[in-house]
């Protein structure tokens, strides 16, 4: 009997706790919770986490349809690149015949070359598209590429076009480098497009890696057959440096070979690609094996070939395909993985979507029944029963009163809806008006361009990004030539005309991106984003074009023609400061002015600046 009114007081020390309190509170509310509300929060709660686990498992299943979907893409593009790099290489075969060919070449030698050269640039073509919205970094470096491969193709031509005897060993041996080393900077590329690949899908390590390593084996075979071209023109031995090179070459092949043997001749490994392997090692190995052995030993002895470069070329090309025929073959097989991998990663989405569909329709369908057989009927007669404790007389199971402690509420947050949205809308009004307001203090109300502060704010932000991620940006100053003669002559409402005119002609002419704004007056102001001085004198020159040869109709009905002088200023020459551009633009102007007026002139960094030579304008504007 002493025990219960100890085990009393220790309930009620702990409800005094914190823990007691809350804990004592969260059964008093579940314990006057209405079913209904309890079943509504429970639903909620298992509707909340099925979905989180659902939309959890789906993303999941989308990742790895995405990483799939990237590798099949990347060993796509691996192709494209590969595919580049090989024609490249060729290319030197045709280069190589022309430089060893005798005082001119032979018909057929540059139609050898020029037919090679389109294939390259092709290839280069087809990855340039290729890359330039998925990798741009590689495309930029593909870029860098092309501009060497152009070099070095005007040097070949430059040597080629010489007579035989004034071609130096050293001259042609400097053309050989700069066409193989055109090559080598096209590998960073396809090092890009195989990392790409084998991060998406692990699985393709395998084909990638080996079809990288067959496509090195097939460079450094060209590279081989390049450093012949010296010696294979002149007739004469290999140098010091020339057999250092060809060792190394031949020494990094031997490596390059014993690396793919050994994959090849791991278990599992498909029949085609041991049949390519086979029919390489034949061809390469052995029989231009037998051709390399016969030149390694004249230009080690007496220098005398009998062949020239493209002779050699002849008979050392044919068997190289047959490395690209295995590089083909293990593409090939990593497109074949990368595709079987994608339709099972769709199935298992698709899988995936319409079971989760399924749980999350037969919780619906659960919870719908659950309220229609059970949670309404015991809500009606709770409301009935309740009706009964006020001294009502049911009928039957009646509605719920309508001025009851619900219907209040409903009541309160009807009227709270109201007095939010009332809210709301005068929160929208006062946005539109500041909006308004701002959009006026940025803007020119005649031509509706941006005016000169909201130009310099904007223009100061692109060039801080184009300094930030080194790209360029062009300014452009345009005054309208005698445009106080024109007001003068034919009213400023005809004037008023022309500011609008050159407004909407300036904005048809710009890019996304560009800028353009009223710099006061008739003065106007261009920035063009992502642009150098050469793209910023060609804009500029087909604005003054369109301006020529834009017209505007007086108040008497005369048409009148008008034109604008302007100057270029870029940021590579002139600085990257907004005020810097702007001095230069604004001193290239002026030297349009006094060059004759309608005309575009480029800012120079230390000289007087160089006018365009457009036509010669009328020194007033026209009336017809």
Same mark, same amino acid.
């Given at each position: ?98 430089? +060893?060919?005798? #005082?001119?070449? !032979?018909? &057929?030698? /540059?139609? =050898? $070359? *020029? @037919?090679?050269? %389109? ?71 396809? +090092?890009?497009? #195989?990392?790409? !690949?084998? &991060?998406? /899908?692990? =699985? $393709? *390590? @395998?084909?990638? %890696? ?77 029989? !231009?094996?037998?051709? /390399?052995?016969?030149?390694? @030993? ?80 015991? !809500? ?245």
């Amino acid at each position: 009997m002493l025990g219960a009114p100890r085990r009393a007081s220790g309930l009620r020390r702990l409800k005094r706790t914190p823990v007691g309190r809350a804990h004592h509170l969260a059964s008093a509310r579940c314990t006057h919770m209405p079913l209904s509300r309890l079943f509504r929060l429970a639903a909620l709660l298992v509707a909340l986490a099925t979905t989180l686990l659902v939309a959890r498992l789906v993303t999941h299943e989308w990742r790895a349809l995405r990483r799939v979907m990237v590798a099949a893409q990347a060993v796509a593009d691996l192709r494209l690149s590969l595919l580049a790099t090989e024609m490249v290489a060729r290319e030197g075969g045709p280069a190589n015949g022309l430089l +060893g060919d005798a #005082a001119s070449a !032979a018909p &057929q030698r /540059l139609q =050898a $070359l *020029s @037919d090679a050269r %389109q294939r390259s640039d092709r290839a280069l073509d087809a990855l340039a598209q290729a890359l330039l919205d998925r990798q741009p970094a590689a495309a930029a470096t593909l870029a860098t590429a092309r501009d060497a491969l152009a070099q070095a193709r005007h040097q070949v031509d430059a040597l080629g076009a010489l007579p035989r005897f004034e071609r130096t060993a050293d001259a042609i041996r400097a053309r050989v480098r700069g066409m193989a080393a055109v090559v080598q900077q096209l590998a960073p590329t396809v +090092g890009v497009l #195989a990392n790409t !690949a084998l &991060q998406a /899908l692990p =699985a $393709l *390590s @395998d084909e990638v %890696q080996a079809a990288r390593l067959v496509a090195e084996l097939r460079e450094n075979a060209g590279l081989l057959g390049a450093h012949f071209t010296a010696a294979l023109t002149r007739q004469q031995q290999f140098t010091v440096d020339e057999r250092a090179n060809i060792e190394r070459t031949r020494g990094r092949i031997d490596e390059l070979r014993l690396l793919i043997g050994l994959w090849v001749l791991l278990p599992g490994q498909s029949d085609a690609v041991l049949q390519a392997w086979q029919h390489a090692s034949a061809q390469y190995f052995d029989q !231009a094996g037998v051709l /390399l052995g016969w030149v390694t @030993d004249n230009g080690g002895s007496d220098g005398r070939f009998g062949l020239d470069p493209a002779g050699f070329a002849a008979l050392y090309e044919p068997p190289m395909d047959s490395l690209l025929t295995l590089r083909d073959v293990l593409l090939a097989q990593a497109s074949r993985r990368a595709a079987a991998e994608r339709e099972d990663a769709l199935i298992t989405l698709w899988l995936m979507a319409a079971g989760s569909s399924l749980m999350v329709g037969l919780l619906v369908a659960t919870g719908a029944l659950l309220q229609r057989r059970i949670l309404r009927p015991l !809500a009606h007669t709770t409301q009935a029963l309740d009706a009964l404790a006020r001294n009502e007389a049911p009928a039957s199971l009646p509605a719920a009163a309508g001025k009851d402690e619900i219907a209040a509420v409903i009541g309160a947050v009807h009227k709270l809806q109201q007095t939010l949205q009332a809210r709301a809308e005068l929160a929208a009004e006062r946005d539109q008006l500041i909006s308004q307001l701002r959009d006026q203090s940025n803007t020119d109300f005649l031509t509706g361009l941006a005016n000169r502060r909201a130009f310099f704010e904007q223009a100061q932000r692109e060039i801080t990004q184009a300094h930030r991620h080194g790209y360029g940006v062009v300014v452009i100053l345009m005054d309208i030539d005698h445009f106080k003669q024109l007001n003068d002559q034919h009213g400023h409402a005809c004037g008023d005309q022309v500011l609008v005119d050159i407004a909407i002609v300036a904005r048809r002419a710009l890019r996304q991106g560009d800028l353009v704004a009223r710099h006061g007056g008739e003065e106007f102001v261009v920035l063009l984003s992502h642009a150098d001085l050469a793209s910023g004198l060609r804009f500029a020159e087909r604005l003054r074009e369109a301006i020529a040869a834009s017209t505007v109709v007086s108040a008497d009905g005369q048409l009148i023609r008008y034109t604008a002088s302007l100057g270029v200023a870029a940021s590579q020459q002139h600085g990257l400061t907004l005020a810097q551009l702007l001095s230069r633009a604004d001193a290239a102007m002026y030297a349009a002015k006094q060059g004759g007026r309608n005309r575009v002139c480029a800012a120079l960094p230390a000289a007087a600046p160089v006018p365009l030579e457009p036509p010669e304008p009328p020194d007033a504007p026209a009336a017809s």
